[in-house]
């Protein structure tokens, strides 16, 4: 098993850092949300056991789909105590390479694919389509009810726009004294922040294309769209900011999303693709979580830390960025309020160590550029000169003479469509290697006396975990969600119990041989079938041993 | 709010030339709807007497189902207030409910009385009159009806049914609601067990004067008796009793403001507004900017409290000073009752009920417990032990001397599946949380009036010293004041630091003229009381986010050009709209005092 993930893991990293003229520049490409529900409805026709789980259905009529790809069966069923997967992509709708990969993974699995000898998979390509759909019809990335930002009793009145008729929403430059920007003196094509310290003085204000719509002397402060999805959940959500919506879970993808993870205690883990990441530099960890904790506890951490090798080899080339910690997201409310482990993966960003292939460092001439500029040479050796609009002058109808141009939006943050496949199987990887590393429970040091040598019994038995994950987490145990891992002695008809208990909890059992000795004195009638003992546990299954005398 | 106050008031006044004091005069009060304040009444019955409510007044009281408890009860919300002076979302509110804790009963019969009290005294008393006409009341009775009725039904402690009845899984066995108390000896309440141990092995020995008495033993003494808890048998064979009873959770900490989840603070539930009450309580209050005052009732301990539930919540200071006086005021009312403040006088809270209305939504909430274990007899905690009664001695004397015993179960014999031979006893569950049942009507009834009193001091705001200055070359200058009456600001200070719900709006319009300058100025400015903070943009609408302050004013000023007549109009969330109308003409010389009354000053119908 462990050959067959690093050899996945080699091909899945080897994305390329030559100029590749054909890139085309996204959302080229990229599938709508409807496309995406078609596919996954097609998907669940060719497979027979596969589901496909409406789960809720957005505020603009659109489904939201959970895959459901059943893992390990025992005579058809489910095999009880099976584990499942969560994959969570989309959450929010500038992330579309998340939710291609997600979509692309379902299509390419195979009927034998290891993960599913393990546990239950959920897929969630797109958890926010709403946002999709405006994103890929170059309206930006929102979702919901029209709201009122700015107070002024008028909804989605002032909002980025395009204003010179190129249709794009590009970037302008407002000449004003003191003005925070200034063009990068050694290529003028760039902005950057004037250096105060430094006694530079700022020249332009740089704002996102629009105009004072509603005359209140501010530009685009109440542009389209209500609440995001991302500040919507329970942890760390905050009261009083309007993006965060009027409560915790206001939103029907929001609440639907919750509902399904309550309703599937087996989720023992989740993969959450989106705009965070865990797996390129994982947190250290902390000793202790409190309410507005970001970083997992210790122990955690280090499953983290140890389940992130079937993603990123030592010689990988690129280091994928993370966005900050957003406050109210999906993957903190899994981990810190309900306890499940959660590896975050932003999947891509701009490669920008600007080596050539083969090479073992960066070229000389990279050193001293900023990072806005390894960025737009990466650009143009990618997408030539279609990431980047030159500046334009523009007679603004209220901001006066000013430039239009820039960047054009998606691009920074989504890989050009024809690496989806590569990113798809770097996480379809990943996926593989979780599965020989979840919770298992097995009988070990089994011994059972005679002591009258015929009718009453001493047994022992110790239950062990072998594998890298522990039954629950640290947090689900600090949080108190943890799930019953309950041990029953079963005791043929006629049987009694001397010592010990016929049932009891275990809180859990830690990875890598975390284990528990259990000990029980019983008296069976004459010629009766052995007592058993019966572990059940919804994480990591179900496992019997038959308490029989050694001979 | 779009509800006119001075017409009303010209109705209220006819009226009263004719109708006054004729129910309530020399001891010949007849109410139109009886119901004895004695006792306490399920859910159904508390419906029934909403109904005969309805019945006898139809243009008072109408209902509007919400939604259904876990059970599938319905949650109806009383709307009460005189349809014929306005729509109930066209008025400012006050939300009463009671009883979100399914133990805590006596807060449905509070509400209810309220509406009860008000609908039977519109006639005979100004003060119900005008709140029945200027204001809407929602009631709910109960947030936990499926609670309530378990409590009052079934065998239960005073203190268990607290929660609602959502199966809930509190031993993480897997298994849901499977070890809850037991009446083993069948009488309908579930009581204390104890244990003779020989001597040397108890915590606790016999009172020597009543041997009703467990008292613990001290210092080198020895115990002959120990405690088992409440009723009950190990239900499920985990080796606990009683550890996963029926629901399991507090409803009073599902909502949203500073909600934090089970770990942190007990019986918080999944997610703020998880169960199917709280969820419909939301939606409701969420739909009706329009309510400005909100009391819960629970018991008990007599307690007016308020929130933060959490220091590191802040509270305005404008808007304590608000409360404060509320809170004087009902300590007054309330005889061994105390205002307090939640997290500092009683213990943390994370998402409770009063807590989101004021942090969340901005509106003025009160909690009260009803019932102090001091009422029992009349006299204050140091000759009555405090909370919960703590002192069993007097609590036992006014068991055997008030109610003849009716409140105690005597220690008897049980044999006990697994502790043997045992002993069964103790008070009922209608002793220490709710009024013994000759004392409900006064515990209730100055409770509701506290509701009304609250009610009274919601934000009244008028037009008022309006006056039009010409300034030559058809320039005016106009100016208004908004008084406003009432002890509450029209918006709280917490609303308007966070920016909860929409400003005030002040607009001036006419058909031939053009605002240039709209702002307000500043009266307590002593050395430039001229200078105005002007409006950004759209000069015609002036924004108070401030609202108008309690028993205070704020002062509106424009400079226009045009000539005839213009409108004045005041419009608020938690304050009844205003309006008046004036002319461009020069009304005041230029020196005149402010205080002047305009003649131009016209209250427009509605």
Sequence with gaps: ?551 | MKYFLALSLMVTASLFATTASAQESGGQWQPKVEIPWNRYYTYEELLQHMQRLQQAYPNFVRFEDIGQSFEGRPMRVMILGNQETGADNEKVAMWVDGNVHGNEVQGGEAAIYLAWWLLEHYQSNERAHQLLDQRVFYILPSQNPDGRDHWLENANTPHSSRTGTTPTDNDHDGLFDEDDYDDLDGDGEILLMRKKVPLGQGTHRLDRDDPRIMVPIEGDQLGDYIILGQEGIDNDGDGRINEDGKGGYDMNRNWPSDWQPEHIQYGAGDYPFSYPETAAIGRFILAHPNIAAVQSFHNSGGMLLRGPGDEHVHYPRADIRVYDSLGEEGEMMLPFYRYLIIHKDLYNVHGGFVNWTYEGLGIFSFTNELWASEQYWGKDREHTGGWFSSNTRQQLEFNDSVTLGDLYVDWHPFHHPLYGDIEIGGFKRQHGRVAPSFMIEEMIHRNALFCARHAEEIADVHLEALKVEELGNGLYRVTVDLVNSKLMPSRSAMAAKHKIGVPDLVSLEGSNLQVLVGGTLSPRDRFHPERLQSVVRDPAHIRLERGVPGHGRSLMSWVVRGSGSFRIRYQAEKADDAELEGQLESTVPTEAPRTEESPAKKQSPR
């Design chain 1, 1 to 551: 098993m462990f050959a067959v993930t690093t050899t996945l893991c080699c091909l899945g990293l080897a994305l390329p850092q030559d100029p590749q003229p054909n890139y085309k520049l996204p959302p080229q490409g990229y599938h709508a949300p409807e496309e995406v529900a078609a596919a996954l409805e097609e998907l669940v026709s060719m497979h027979l056991s596969w589901d496909l789980i409406q789960i809720g259905t957005s505020p603009e009529g659109r489904p939201l789909y959970v895959l459901s790809i059943p893992g390990p069966q025992l005579a058809g069923n489910p095999a009880p105590g099976a584990p499942a997967i969560l994959v969570v992509a989309n959450l929010e709708g500038d992330r579309l390479g998340a939710g291609e990969v997600a979509l692309n993974l379902a299509q390419n699995l195979s009927a034998n694919f290891p993960l599913l000898e393990k546990a239950h998979l959920f897929l969630m390509p797109m958890a926010n389509p709403d946002a999709v759909a405006h994103v890929l019809h170059g309206e930006g990335n929102w979702r919901g009810a029209p709201t009122d930002n700015d107070r002024d009793g008028r909804v989605d009145e002032d909002g980025a726009h395009d204003i010179n008729g190129d249709g794009q929403v590009l970037w302008m430059r407002v000449p004003t004294p003191g003005g925070q920007w200034l063009a990068e003196p050694k290529d003028s094509r760039l902005s950057r922040k004037a250096k105060t310290d430094d006694g530079e003085a700022g020249e332009f204000r740089l704002l996102r294309e629009g105009a004072d719509t509603d005359g209140d002397r501010l530009e685009n402060e109440d542009g389209k769209g209500g609440i995001q999805l991302e500040a919507n959940f329970p942890h760390r959500w905050q009261q009083y900011d309007p993006a965060a919506g009027p409560y915790q879970l206001s939103e029907p993808e929001s609440r639907a999303l919750v509902d399904f993870v309550l309703l599937h205690p087996e989720i023992c883990l989740a993969l959450v693709l989106d705009n965070e990441d865990n797996l390129t530099d994982p947190p250290q960890g902390e000793d202790k979580s409190t309410i507005q904790s970001t970083i997992p506890l210790k122990a955690d951490a280090t499953l983290i830390k140890i389940l992130r090798k079937g993603w990123q080899s030592e010689d990988d080339q690129e280091k994928v960025l993370g966005e900050e910690h957003q406050h109210g997201n999906f993957a903190d409310w899994l981990y810190f309020q309900r306890g499940i482990l959660v590896l975050e993966s932003a999947l891509w960003s701009p490669p920008l160590e600007m080596k050539e292939e083969g090479e073992a460092k960066p070229k000389e001439e990279a050193k001293d550029l900023s990072k806005e500029q390894k960025l737009l040479a990466w650009a143009e050796r990618w997408y030539g000169d279609k990431a980047f609009v030159p500046w334009q002058d523009f007679h603004h109808p209220t901001l006066g003479d000013i430039t239009i141009g820039g960047w054009k939006p998606l691009l920074r943050t989504n890989p050009p469509i024809s690496l989806i496949p590569q990113l798809r199987s770097r996480t379809e990887a990943i996926l593989s290697s979780l599965g020989p590393q979840l919770a298992k429970l097995s009988w070990e040091k089994v011994e059972v006396k005679a002591l009258d040598g015929q009718q009453v019994f001493e047994a022992r038995a110790t239950l062990v975990n072998p594998h890298t994950m522990p039954t629950d987490t640290a947090m689900a145990i600090a949080n108190r969600k943890h799930l019953p891992l309950r041990i029953y002695l079963e005791l043929p008809a006629g049987g009694k119990l001397l010592v010990g208990k016929m049932q009891q909890n275990l809180r859990r059992l830690e990875g890598l041989g975390g284990s528990h000795e259990f000990h029980w004195i019983f008296q069976l009638p004459p010629n009766s079938k052995p007592a058993q003992v019966r572990a059940v546990s919804t994480h990591s299954g179900e496992s019997v041993c038959l308490l029989e005398v050694q001979s």
